[in-house]
């Protein structure tokens, strides 16, 4: 039978038992609730972020490296999504407090060599100050990575933009098993910068927005989705297809298993506060 991952389904002695034993990494998947399209249910970032994790883990075993995997996050960052019904948002600040709190109690465990797994694009500029943040204020360094950063050279390849609920998101869930519903799926505000002035709202020629943006550009703020996009996909997510999304898997789990290789033997945080031992089989804790 293979071995839980989940950090969640493990009892306390199961866990102190696994820590004995050596842990090389924790990866912490973070997602959120929020709409994606007509095609797609809410959680959709979760799923991708924590199939990831399993798959990473699962891969890392089989080089005798021991990974597992956090409770996901999965209310983040989404207050732009809010007119979208069953979207759920926490504040910025909100947010960052979360994430040090499960950082440090991961640590306090002794539970290091934390890599954030981000399945949300919402959530970059907060997780970069998160993880710089967290590293000034504990020396302890949580690496954050990102499916369509690890797989820049497969999802840049893709025609349109890689913004939201569109072909390579979309391809990615396909490939993950989530509930995809193909015949809802929607082409809206392909071209963001026109959707925007469209709308009404200030815009410029060098602004990026898009995850794979390369080049000259201006950082501008989200948009509330809904002024842009009637079905809240930016893209085409017509185009999707099972086969990028395998690609795209294939393509991230062999480096996320890189990054845990590099993080497991290139040096340590500070040690942990102890925690309690797990108890003999059958003794009383």
């Known amino acids: 039978m293979a071995q839980e991952r989940f950090l969640e389904k493990l009892t306390w002695s199961e866990v102190a038992d696994r820590m004995h034993a050596g842990i090389d990494a924790v990866l912490l998947p973070i997602g959120t609730t929020e709409q994606h399209g007509r095609h797609m249910p809410l959680d959709t970032d979760c799923v991708i972020a924590r199939a990831l994790c399993e798959r990473a883990a699962q891969a890392a075993a089989e080089e005798n490296l021991e990974v597992l995997i956090a409770p996901t996050l999965n209310v983040t960052l989404s207050w732009y999504h809010m007119q979208f019904p069953g979207s759920l948002r926490l504040r910025t600040d909100t947010f960052l407090h979360v994430f040090e709190e499960v950082c440090e109690s991961l640590h306090h465990h002794g539970l290091g060599n934390l890599i954030a797994v981000n399945g949300h694009g919402g959530n970059v500029a907060a997780l970069t100050v998160a993880v710089n943040r967290y ?12 499916w369509w950063e690890l797989a820049a050279d497969v999802v840049g390849a893709i025609e349109g933009p890689v913004i ?20 809802h799926a929607a082409r809206d505000a392909y071209d ?19 995850l794979t943006h390369r080049g000259p550009g201006v950082v ?4 509330m989705l809904a002024d842009i996009s009637e079905s809240g996909v930016v893209g085409d997510a017509r185009r999707a297809k099972l086969e990028t999304g395998q690609q795209i898997v294939e393509t991230v789990v062999p480096r996320m298993v890189q990054v845990v290789r590099d993080m497991s033997s290139s ?7 102890e925690t309690r031992e797990a108890s003999p089989a059958g003794a009383a804790p």
Do not use: C, I, N
Not at 135 to 146: K, P
Not at 164 to 174: C, K, P, Q, V
Not at 220 to 223: A, C, E, I, S, W
């Open 135 to 146: 590293y000034e204020t504990t020396g302890r360094r949580v690496f954050l990575l990102q």
């Open 164 to 183: 939201h609920a569109e072909e390579a998101e979309t391809s990615l869930a396909m490939a993950l098993g989530q509930r995809v519903m193909m015949e």
């Open 192 to 210: 963001r910068g026109a959707a925007v002035r469209e709308a009404g709202f200030p815009w410029t020629s060098l602004g990026k927005y898009g």
């Open 220 to 223: 501008v703020p989200m948009d």
């Open 267 to 273: 040096g340590s945080s500070p040690p942990a506060p």
